[in-house]
């Protein structure tokens, strides 16, 4: 991988890990790096009513469509097909770019940060 000031890195963790936007990586000889989720195509999505989105929300999840919740908010990848969908159960659907975190799952684990580091 490659920072964007064109430093080389090598991540070799023990495990898989989820990486979010924010998050920092220790560096072996001092120094942290922060993770920066690149913008990607997504589709915003609002809704007059909590119940036409929660709606919207179970469509999606019916069809394994990653999702991230947001306040008031839903964003899926771009995909006309969905953008449609949603635009037939009575919400808006706005093209934007946005780095993109979807909700892990329910068996995935969970994203916990750990405050024992020195500041």
Known sequence: MHTQSGAELLLDLPQAARLRDGDGLALE???????????EPLI????????????IAWHLGNRHVPVQVLDRRLRIR?????????????????EI??????????YAESHHHRDDHQH
């Not at 771009?78 to 706005?94: C, E, I």
Request: avoid cysteine.
């Open 29 to 39: 000889g001092g120094g942290i790096v922060v993770i920066r989720a690149r913008p």
């Open 78 to 94: 771009a995909d006309q097909l969905f953008a449609d969908l949603v635009k037939q159960l009575g919400a808006r659907a706005t």
């Open 97 to 106: 770019d946005a780095a993109f975190d979807p909700e892990a799952g329910a």
């Open 44 to 55: 915003e999505i609002d809704a007059q009513s909590t119940a036409t989105l929660m709606r």
